[in-house]
Nanobody, 120 residues
Framework: QVQLVESGGGLVQPGGSLRLSCVVS????????MGWYRQAPGKQRELVAT???????TYADSVKGRFTIFSDIAKNTTYLQMNSLKPDDTAVYYC??????????????WGRGTQVTVSS
């Protein structure tokens, strides 16, 4: 069974940094792309950043220049480096993956989330 497990969340002061990790485990054929989403209390889940298997990245306007998504393919791990954090970045961060467990069998998987709190 494919699982996505996030880690690295926590409490940080404004202006600080955190690095989130997402490990994909289980039997998979390929990963098409990985993404990070977030959901703040009372708000809808929103896209933060994505990275394709070819390394193409996209970012929400609100995090451009502050967040970086990158992957270690050998470790099936995707990271989100978050710098210059703001209180508005406070949310539960979820990892997402479009993958194939076997050829021609696309799936979407989500992690359970990791809390990021930016506060002084």
């Amino acid at each position: 069974q494919v699982q996505l497990v996030e880690s690295g969340g926590g409490l940080v002061q404004p202006g600080g940094s955190l690095r989130l990790s997402c490990v994909v485990s289980g039997s998979i054929f390929s990963i098409n792309d990985m993404g990070w989403y977030r959901q703040a209390p009372g708000k809808q889940r929103e896209l933060v950043a994505t990275i394709t298997s070819g390394g193409t990245t996209t970012y929400a306007d609100s995090v451009k220049g502050r967040f970086t998504i990158f992957s270690d393919i050998a470790k099936n791990t995707t990271y989100l480096q978050m710098n210059s954090l703001k209180p508005d970045d406070t949310a539960v961060y979820y990892c997402n993956s479009h993958l194939q467990v076997r050829p021609g069998s696309p799936k979407v998987r989500w992690g359970r989330g990791t809390q990021v709190t930016v506060s002084s």
